[in-house]
């Protein structure tokens, strides 16, 4: 389990992360609908995870979103590396209703997103009060933060409600998947590190 706290101008965070976990959730960031979405992760990866946020909320949610994908990044970062014994790769395709949104990960210590909802068109709106243009600014902070390459794109959908929570759902099983024991496989890579 790894514990960190990062206080900034912006935002001042308490979280820690277990991978292996049973998928307990204790989330606060002020922000309900991001607050969902938060619990879906941690209940779709079995990661137990805490994320307390005090943010500058007065200005818009933007801080405090991107701030917690930071955080949660450099924690996985801390559990998954060095890598062993894992697969490596892992990928999920999520249908909630109408909606149905694909993620691939491989865990291989170089950051990369893509992040494709363009058959949506142009993926601007809000989700109660929330802005759906954080998503992607979430997924790369953790993308970055965590040195991992992150593909997700939206098939189709075209409630914005289902299709963000699966896209969150989509995330946490590839993430899942990728980071199942495999003792067999030994470092996965042919450089024999990562």
Do not use: W
Request: hydrophobic share 45%.
């Amino acid at each position: 389990m790894q514990e960190m706290k990062r206080s900034t101008k912006e935002t001042d965070i308490n979280a820690f992360l277990e991978i292996y976990g049973s998928g307990q959730a204790k989330i606060d960031t002020k922000i309900g609908f991001f607050d969902h979405m938060l619990e879906a992760f941690a209940k779709h990866s079995l990661m137990n995870i805490q994320i307390i946020c005090e943010g500058d909320r007065y200005i818009d949610d933007h801080h405090s979103v991107e701030d917690c994908g930071i955080v949660i990044g450099e924690l996985l970062r801390k559990e998954i590396y060095p890598i062993a014994s894992i697969e490596r790769f892992g990928n999920s395709a999520v249908v909630m209703d109408e909606a149905c949104v694909e993620c691939d990960i491989d865990l291989c210590n170089r950051a990369f997103l893509v992040f494709d909802m363009s058959v949506y068109g142009n993926f601007r709106g809000r989700v109660g009060d929330f802005d759906i243009e954080l998503i992607e600014e979430f997924f790369r902070a953790i993308a970055m933060n965590a040195g991992i390459c992150l593909h997700i794109y939206l098939k189709r959908g075209k409630n914005l409600h289902h299709i963000i929570e699966a896209t969150f759902k989509a995330f946490a099983i590839s993430l899942r998947r990728a980071l199942g024991q495999n003792a067999a496989v030994g470092i996965p890579s042919t450089k024999g590190s990562l």
